[in-house]
């Protein structure tokens, strides 16, 4: 199976989608891969910008519990049957950068709230009555945020930003979709040569590299700078969307486990 050992799965357009109404759709044949491929020994990851929460959230709809969910793009839990635990020192390591990191910005993320409350429609999301994200209305306003950001983030070298579509979650540099598929591979001693990538947007691009996967893959669907880093590490451009694009990648780098 190409020694494939680990699946690093993005969620939200990449395994489901599009939405209709409150349900997503789920492609045909994709639960019956994954099951197929976990019955062989190979571990699968959820590596979402969704929190725990909205993973359980997600997991009402989606029949399909992961062994590892890494979450927020940067912290990992491992399935326990009937809860998420915390792997390692990871998480409390991660915590700290980050609360670190929030107070040091202060005035960063000051300029940033005037910024959006007053030149855009977008707006500022919080969490615990910190400012963590801003969402926009449109892709190009996003752009226009982090063009903004982009020019006066040199004041605080720790502080970074992932992006899906019209969402952008602050974070330190560190921590991304990348490093802390890393992590589980070093926790789990499997390889990027042992690990199979697919993601959608622009927050799944750190770990669409060959020094975190050695099999890459995305959906039709995809934003086109993620088409071309996979095309680049000799990975697989699906033509078909959202999960059926998961399973037809599967197929692809997999054929004799199907």
Known sequence: MNGIKLLSLDFDGTLIGPWNGTQP????GLID???HLRRRGVLIALNTGR??????????IFPFVPDYALTAEREVYRWEGRHWSDVGGWNGRCREAHDDLFREAEPLLEEIRRFVERDTEARPYYEDGLLVGVVAKTGEEMDRIQRFIAGRQACCPDFSSQRNSIYLRFCHRAYDKGSVLNELQRVLTIGPEETFAAGDNFN???MLKRSCARWL???ANSVAEVKGVVSAGDGYVAEGAHGYGVVEALAHFLPEAF
Not at 25 to 28: F, G, L, N, P, Y
Request: net charge negative; proline share 13%.
């Open 25 to 28: 759709e789920i492609a045909s």
């Open 33 to 35: 891969s994954l099951e």
């Open 51 to 60: 929190t725990v929460p909205l993973v359980d959230q997600a997991l009402r």
């Open 204 to 206: 799944d691009l750190p």
């Open 217 to 219: 893959a995305c959906p």
